[in-house]
Nanobody
Framework: QVQLVESGGNLVQTGGSLRLSCAAS????????MGWYRQAPGKQRELVATITSGGSTNYADPVKGRFTISRDNAKKMVYLQMNSLKPEDTAVYYC???????????WGRGTQVTVSS
């Protein structure tokens, strides 16, 4: 059974930084792709960044150059370093685990990030 628990969300001013963490349980973490998604009020959930089991990363255009995703397989953790935050980054941020063979998605409950102008 996979469980994902996000932490690190907070209220921050424009231009500030936050680091989100996602703690995973289960045995398939190291072989799974991981990702961060976000959902702003009244909007659909959208991709922020992904990282494969091998460490290859992908970012949505709005966060390129500002956000960095990373993972620690030994600790079963995935991180999202967010710099130069903007009000439009305000959203609930969700951690995702995408299983390698069944293509099943697990989700955390989310952590709130609010960027004040």
């Amino acid at each position: 059974q996979v469980q994902l628990v996000e932490s690190g969300g907070n209220l921050v001013q424009t231009g500030g930084s936050l680091r989100l963490s996602c703690a995973a349980s289960g045995t398939i973490f190291s072989s799974s792709a991981m990702g961060w998604y976000r959902q702003a009020p009244g909007k659909q959930r959208e991709l922020v960044a992904t990282i494969t089991s091998g460490g290859s990363t992908n970012y949505a255009d709005p966060v390129k150059g500002r956000f960095t995703i990373s993972r620690d397989n030994a600790k079963k953790m995935v991180y999202l370093q967010m710099n130069s935050l903007k009000p439009e980054d305000t959203a609930v941020y969700y951690c995702n685990l995408h299983t390698p063979f069944t293509s099943y998605d697990y989700w955390g409950r989310g952590t709130q990030v609010t960027v004040s102008s």
